[in-house]
């Protein structure tokens, strides 16, 4: 089972420029978060969606945005990057909500703005 | 919000022995989980446990929520147990879980 997938695993930007992060998930999950995570901090939720069509903002999502056209994906597009982005982006899945589900996160995407 | 505090932040032991990791929270929680962080970045799941005491392998945690802590018990540590070890809470009707900023274990040979 390849579970939640994310790419890329490493990129470097350069200010003002654009991206998107892919993330996938194979488990049939409702759930799908995305986080960040900066140097010695615990992770931040920047977006999540309770399902398709449905997405909402979390603490930190000045400066990105989401979509979620399928269950199984949900990417992060990055306008006009920053390097207060420069962090490791983990995209994550539940079957029910955080309050009764478990979280089930991929491998990470480490983001450079330079 | 709520507040997590994990301690001791940094922990390191030798190969064998058992440690004791802590997460106090400042209010009454729906959802509580711990997450080990490898060296290589990824995040896995070790414990869903809102309440109660679970136990996997050399692995076990209680949370009483009444109280409001949780504790990660690690026995007979490895090297490979290393890491950084978080855990986050959800309370309320939000969706969002709070993570701790986490404890760095590093198991010495």
């Known amino acids: 089972n390849a579970g939640v997938t994310q790419t890329p695993k490493f990129r470097i930007l350069k200010i003002g420029q654009s991206m998107t992060l892919q993330c996938a998930q194979d488990m049939n999950h409702n759930y799908m978060y995305w986080y960040r995570q900066d140097p010695g901090m615990g992770l931040k939720l920047i977006y999540y969606?309770?399902?398709?069509?449905?997405?909402d903002k979390g603490e930190v999502p000045n400066g990105y945005n989401v979509s979620r056209s399928t269950t199984e994906d949900f990417p992060l597009r990055l306008e006009l990057a920053a390097p207060s982005q420069t962090s490791v982006y983990f995209c994550?899945?539940?079957?029910?909500?955080?309050?009764?589900?478990?979280?089930?996160f991929g491998e990470g995407s480490r983001l450079t703005v330079l | 919000g709520i507040q997590v505090e994990q301690s001791p932040p940094d922990l390191i032991l030798q190969e064998g022995a058992n440690s004791t990791l802590r997460c106090n929270f400042s209010d009454s929680v729906n959802n509580l989980q711990w997450f080990h962080q490898n060296p290589w970045g990824q995040l896995i799941n070790l414990f869903y446990?809102?309440?109660g005491t679970k136990q996997n392998g050399r692995l076990s945690a209680t949370t009483v929520a009444t109280e409001r802590y949780s504790l990660l018990y690690i026995s007979s540590s490895q090297t490979t147990d290393s890491g950084v070890y978080f855990c986050?809470?959800?309370?309320?009707?939000?969706?969002?879980?709070?993570f701790g900023k986490g404890i760095t274990l590093s198991v010495r040979p």
């Open positions: 969606s309770v399902g398709a069509g449905i997405t």
């Open positions: 994550a899945s539940s079957y029910r909500r955080e309050r009764a589900g478990e979280l089930f």
């Open positions: 986050a809470v959800l309370t309320g009707a939000n969706s969002k879980l709070t």
């Open positions: 446990i809102p309440s």
